[in-house]
């Protein structure tokens, strides 16, 4: 469910800056955010550029790199829950067994 959560609020921080066509340094926006951790993550990622003047603008290269690194760690903790359930299962069957 968190996750559902941070994705949202990312998604409305990078849909904020696309609509305000704010995709380059010369169209660079001042922006207060509602979730501040999330922007400062974006901020730290290099998806959202400070020009230094408390104007930002969304960098779409270093957004999709971010977010494939997000699905990258989605997707493993995807797997390790995998194998965990089926240890867990195996574990269950082998009891049952004996």
Do not use: C, P
């Not at 409305?12 to 704010?22: G, L, M, P, Y």
């Amino acid at each position: 469910m968190r996750g559902l959560i941070l994705g949202r609020s990312r998604r409305r921080i990078v849909k904020d800056f696309v609509a305000a066509r704010a995709t380059s340094a010369d169209r660079a926006i001042g922006y207060d955010a509602k979730d501040a951790r999330i922007f400062r993550q974006l901020r730290v990622y290099g998806a959202i550029v400070d020009d230094g003047a408390g104007r930002y603008h969304l960098d779409a290269r270093k957004l999709g790199a971010f977010r494939a690194s997000v699905r990258l760690r989605a997707a493993a903790i995807v797997g390790v829950s995998g194998v965990a359930a089926s240890v867990a299962a195996a574990a269950t069957v082998f009891t049952l067994a004996e």
